[in-house]
């Protein structure tokens, strides 16, 4: 089975400091290949280069989980990214957010390791599918 990754996960699982750490800890251990998109590693890169050791942490824990990164910087993926962002502007949805939804689409991935309840509760691919956020429903 192919699990996404959102940001906060990546920062709750290496940052002891974050409130969600030890929630994160305890339910990640779940089979899969886990995928992920270059705005979230963009993304989580910014919040754990505060961290000591986070930028090094974070690609020690890729490598170990066996991490894909999707690219979605081509056009296509990019145009499908800033029209999910239109359309959940309400919620809002932010560009690491808006590729993983797109890698939903393009993958066919309803599983999803996220702290975004309120985002990926809402947030549909392929013509209305639900997510099924791994850290809340098991």
Known sequence: MLIL???GPLIAYLDRSDSEHAFVRQRWD???RFVTTGAVLTEAMHFLGPLRGGPKRLLE???AANL???DVFS???LNRAAALMEQYADIPMDFADATLVA???KLQIAAIVTLDERGFRVFRYSR???FRLL???G
């Open 30 to 32: 779940m089979p899969g």
């Open 68 to 70: 894909q990164v999707l």
């Open 61 to 63: 824990f890729l490598r």
């Open 135 to 137: 850290l809340q429903d």
């Open 128 to 130: 209305g599918k639900s």
């Open 103 to 105: 890698a939903a689409e």
């Open 5 to 7: 990754v959102d940001t």
């Open 75 to 77: 056009p296509g993926m």
